[in-house]
Structure formats: structure tokens, C-alpha cells
């Protein structure tokens, strides 16, 4: 579906020198300094498939989804969506890909969203029925109505990512890429592009590839994540399975026994040695665990044994600590490689 | 998919699109009275300097008052026609590029040529040249007793379409300079006040800068060799209007190809 093999993308940056005397330098002598923004990365992304495109700042993941929509020519080795090199046939590729760029808008900045609408339904030869239906879904799902006649420069953010959201999917694409769209500040949007999302899955099979800092629309939008740190694919699977990766859990409790909160700490510290607890407000436990040395299991029979539980539930990991420590554990591993060399 | 439904296809877009680029004078009625306020100023400010001169003299290099304003008029035909299609192309030279903006018209089913230049169609200045022009040219043409013949009726519509291809050329190759140079807008710009210099007879410049708008920036032959031969008969320098257009469009779209694939290497 989407392939990548060895991409490579570099960048000349021109050397600037500081002062007046080094910008005339500049002017005439052409020293550039070669940028490396995506390095040798392959990937493949099934068909259908919701995946957030997930690496750490500056690892090329925009450069990388211009090369995905045409808009780049890798330096080195190709991509493929649906067997087509986008760079070679832009307009090919166009026609089965959406886009956003949540920085950038690809609508017309002076003109109205249903005015957009319109000269997108020209561009793309958007047949009758299939508009006629998209246009029903956003009215439904996107409030698109309410935008009404407004230019789209007068629009709010969050105004023009619906819009912009809606653009990319009008002419049902096979593939939608949607780099750091902003929707996570607004919970109905989210909602709606989630319900967008599944519908436009269920009903075409659409694949998606998000690219994205929040991780909340990550995991409103995705089922499945490609992380990629330097070049490498550290993790290609579910989200849950990335969550499950998990080295540290946590378990927070409620309880009747008529004990101090930090006794109640004690108790859990001593029991469970290696386990951080703390408490949490509302008199809640929160107890940390290393999931390498226990098991869910475990700290709950202990739980259960020792206190008189009111309430006991285990939150999902955060996203973040997981990328934080598989980028972590990445890194600790090449310094090693550094002083073993 | 054949060459014909392509450009089959490029014309029903062009119409729809024209009709968008109709419907936004409607919708910034204020910004097109400005407009085309500022721009009879200017003509007229124009016309009533070249009024004044020919109080003084009754020949200007060989030129009488009526025949400058014929070129004045036939200037604004295809300055006109070029207007109303290529205005974009000021957007590129100023800040597409810049703001990293032009990378939308890389993502749709259309050349990005005609997807950058779709978004300004049919720009109000443009009829507002073509009528001007028209009107001068209709005026100063009666008071000349113009007697064309019909090779000449037949191609002065072609000499100010080819007129409009070397404008357009011009800009577009001033403006892709910006895949460069992130911005090219006071380039673009010098290049639009050289082509100022050709409402006038080209007789009243010094040699070098008759030579440089006949041959390097082809302005020469939007107005002033036209005007020549449907003036006078003499064909002169006009067997090469369509070499010249030929070359021009030909050199502007290379460098704009070329700036498309320069475009992605600078990381913006």
C-alpha cells in the first residue's frame, strides 16, 4: 500500500556568516551545509490501515510526508503509495491522495468554504452523488453549514480545520495524510473527526496516516503506530501494543481502613518492595510499578489482601512516557555502542 | 488520457474558474473600484502627458500625436489579456514561496501552473486595460483614418494574443526566480516598469535601451513593432513576433520547471 525503502532526504542550507562583512560573503560564495532530514528510513503501511506516523522532533516526519504526497523527491531511495512514486506523477497520485498541512491552508483564502467546496468538486471531477453525500456527512458530523459565507482568512483555527478536514476527504481518497492538524483543542471537532474518520473506513476504506504532537488525536483518530526513531522503525503495531510496552504501570485505589493516607503508602512500600506510592488528591493511592518486575496481577492481589478496597482501577499508560522511553532506551543503547567502540 | 479531452478538460475548468474570479468582483466590490479608479488616473495622467508634449512639438520621433496614443492604446491590449490570467503570478514572486504556501497547487489533479494561475482569473484590471486600450485605440484609429488591410485586420487579434504570451512569459520567468531566491518580487517588479518604457515610441530611446527591449526584454514587440506595420505597412522587425514569443514562453516554462524541482530542496 504505502512503501517506503531507504528514503533519504537532504536539505542544503546555506552557511550564513554573522555580521555585514559575512552577508556579503554569503552573497558571493555559495557554501551550503548538507541537512539529513529523513535518514534511510523504510516503513510499509497496510491498506485501510489508521497509523500515526510517530518520531521524535527533528525526525523528519513532515519531510517524510512530503515525500508521501508528491510535493519532494527523495535525495535517495523511493517510496510507493498504492504503486505509484508520487514525485513522478503528481497528478496521478493526486487524485487518490487528501492532504492537510495543519500550518499551511489549501483552501482559498478569499473565498467561502462552500465556494471552496465547489472549485475542489471541478479540480478533482468529483461525481454528483459522491458530493452531494460528502457535503450531507460534514453538514452532519462537521457543523460546515455554519461556516457559511465567511472567507475562509476570516475563519478561526478551528473553524478552518474543519474545513480543511472536510477538503481533504471530498473527493474520497484512498489515502488521506493529514500532517499536525490542529484538533485536539476543540473536543466536539476531535469527535466529529474521529466519527469522520471510522465512517470514511467503514464505508471506502480509507487509510490515514497522522502525523501529530497531541497525543490525545492520536489516539482518538489511530489504531495502529510507526515509530520511528533515526531512520529506524522502533515500533510498527497497535496502539495498544505500543501501550502494553508500558515498563512502568500504575494502579490507583480507593480504600475504607480507618489508616493515615501516607501509612497507607508505607504499608504498599514495604510490601511490594521497588513499588512507588503516593497519594493523590481525594485521599487516592497511586501506586507505581515496574511492569519488568510485577505483575498486574500481583500488586492487585496484595491490594486486595491488605486493604478494604473501595475502588481500584488502572489507567492506561501515557503515550508519552512510552515514546519518551523507547526513544530513551534507543538512545542509552547507542551511547553504550559509542564506548564499547 | 488524450491530448484533446485534457485540454477539453482545461477549458471547462478555465470557464468555471473564470466565473469564480467574476464572482469575487462581486463580493470585493470596494477593492475593484479602487482599482479600477487608480488605474483611469493613471491612463489618464498618461494621455494627458503625452497632450501636453505634442502642444510643444508635432512630431515625436516621426511620431504624431494621434499615432502615440494608438500605441498607447495597443499597449494596454495585450498588457490587458495577460492581466486577466497571470496576476498570480505576483503572489508566487512575493510570498508563496516564502510562507511555503506554494505547495497546494503540488497536491492537486491539475499542472501546477494552471492551478497556481486559476486562482486569479479573469482579475477585474485586466477587462479595465482591454476596454481602455480598445477605446484609445478605436479613437486615435479614427482620427488617423486607418485604412487596414485585411492581412492586417486579420492579424492584429494575434499580435496582441502574442503580445500577452511575452508578458506572460516575462512574469512567469521573473516570478520562478522566487524558487531561488525565496523572493523575487523586486525583480518581477523592475521587469513590469521596463515594460512601461514600450506606451511610447521606442524611436525616443537611446539605442541600448531600444536594443534591450527588443531583444532581451522582449517588450518591443507586445506594442511598439505591431503598431509599426499596422501603422505604416512596414513589416520590419514583426516576422519576428512569433520567434520571439515562441522563445520567450519556451525559456519561462524551462525555468519554471526547473524551479519546481529546486523548490523542494531548500527545506521550507
Known amino acids: 500500500m504505502i512503501v517506503a525503502h531507504e528514503l533519504v532526504k537532504e536539505f542544503k542550507i546555506p552557511e550564513r556568516r554573522p555580521g555585514l562583512a559575512g552577508s556579503l560573503a554569503t552573497l558571493f560564495t555559495r557554501r551550503h551545509r548538507v541537512v539529513r532530514a529523513v535518514d534511510g528510513v523504510s516503513f510499509e503501511i497496510p491498506a485501510g490501515s489508521r497509523t500515526a506516523y510517530i518520531g521524535a522532533n527533528g525526525a523528519g516526519k513532515s519531510t517524510t510526508i512530503k515525500m508521501l504526497t508528491g510535493i519532494t523527491t527523495p535525495t535517495a531511495g523511493y517510496c510507493r503509495v498504492r504503486g505509484i512514486e508520487p514525485y513522478r506523477h503528481r497528478q496521478r497520485n493526486a487524485r487518490s491522495i487528501g492532504v492537510v498541512f495543519g500550518q499551511r491552508s489549501q483552501l482559498w483564502w478569499d473565498l467561502s468554504v462552500p465556494d471552496s467546496f465547489r472549485i475542489l468538486r471541478r479540480i478533482y471531477d468529483i461525481p454528483d452523488p459522491v458530493y452531494r453525500r460528502n457535503l450531507a456527512l460534514y453538514r452532519d458530523l462537521l457543523d460546515i453549514d455554519a461556516l457559511g459565507t465567511t472567507p475562509v482568512r476570516q475563519l478561526s483555527l478551528g473553524q478552518r480545520m474543519r474545513a480543511e478536514i472536510a477538503a481533504s476527504l471530498l473527493h474520497d481518497p484512498a489515502v488521506v495524510f493529514w500532517d499536525e492538524p490542529t484538533i485536539g483543542l476543540d473536543m466536539v471537532l476531535k469527535e466529529a473527526v474521529r466519527e469522520l474518520v471510522n465512517h470514511a473506513h467503514r464505508e471506502l476504506g480509507t487509510t490515514v496516516v497522522l502525523t501529530s504532537h497531541d497525543i490525545a488525536d492520536i489516539a482518538a483518530i489511530c489504531d495502529s503506530a510507526l515509530v520511528v526513531d533515526r531512520g529506524r522503525v522502533v515500533h510498527q503495531g497497535s496502539i495498544q501494543d505500543l501501550l502494553r510496552s508500558a515498563d512502568r504501570r500504575a494502579v490507583l485505589f480507593d480504600h475504607r481502613d480507618p489508616i493515615a493516607p501516607d501509612a497507607a503508602c508505607a504499608i504498599v512500600e514495604q510490601g511490594l518492595p521497588g513499588v512507588r506510592a503516593t497519594v493523590v488528591d481525594g485521599g487516592r493511592v497511586h501506586v507505581d510499578y515496574p511492569a519488568t518486575e510485577f505483575t498486574s496481577r500481583r500488586v492487585l492481589a496484595f491490594l486486595l489482601e491488605r486493604f478494604d478496597l473501595a475502588d481500584c482501577y488502572a489507567p492506561e499508560p501515557d503515550l508519552e512516557d512510552v515514546l519518551r522511553q523507547i526513544y530513551g532506551q534507543r538512545r542509552d543503547a547507542a551511547l553504550r555502542e559509542v564506548d564499547a567502540a | ?268
Open chain 2, 1 to 268: 488520457m488524450s491530448a484533446w479531452s485534457t485540454a477539453a478538460r482545461y477549458a471547462r475548468l478555465s470557464w468555471f474558474l473564470g466565473g469564480v474570479g467574476l464572482h469575487r468582483l462581486t463580493a470585493y466590490r470596494l477593492d475593484f473600484l479602487l482599482g479600477a479608479g487608480a488605474f483611469l488616473v493613471r491612463v489618464g495622467v498618461q494621455t494627458a502627458v503625452v497632450g501636453l508634449v505634442f502642444r510643444q512639438v508635432p512630431v515625436v520621433g516621426g511620431w504624431s500625436y494621434h499615432e502615440v496614443v494608438f500605441l498607447l492604446g495597443f499597449s494596454l491590449l495585450p498588457r490587458g489579456l495577460d492581466h486577466l490570467f497571470t496576476d498570480q503570478l505576483w503572489e508566487l514572486s512575493r510570498k508563496l514561496v516564502q510562507r511555503g504556501e506554494f505547495y497546494r497547487h503540488l497536491v492537486r489533479p491539475v499542472s501546477p501552473l494552471f492551478s497556481l494561475l486559476s486562482e486569479r482569473f479573469l482579475h477585474p484590471d485586466g477587462f479595465g486595460e482591454l476596454i481602455v486600450g480598445a477605446a484609445l485605440v478605436g479613437w486615435s484609429g479614427s482620427h488617423l483614418d486607418l485604412d487596414l488591410t485585411a492581412t492586417q485586420w486579420a492579424l492584429a487579434p494575434l499580435f496582441v494574443l502574442c503580445g500577452a504570451l511575452i508578458h506572460s512569459a516575462v512574469k512567469l520567468l521573473f516570478a520562478s526566480l522566487s524558487f531561488w531566491t525565496v523572493t523575487s518580487l523586486p525583480a518581477m517588479y523592475a521587469a513590469n516598469q521596463v515594460s512601461e518604457f514600450t506606451s511610447y515610441p521606442l524611436d525616443i530611446y537611446h539605442p541600448t535601451l531600444r536594443a534591450l527591449l527588443t531583444w532581451v526584454l522582449p517588450f518591443a514587440f507586445t506594442s511598439y513593432v505591431p503598431c509599426t506595420y499596422l501603422l505604416t505597412g512596414d513589416t520590419g522587425l514583426v516576422v519576428w513576433l512569433p520567434v520571439v514569443t515562441a522563445g520567450a514562453v519556451a525559456l519561462a516554462l524551462a525555468v519554471w520547471r526547473r524551479g519546481l524541482t529546486i523548490h523542494d530542496t531548500t527545506g521550507s
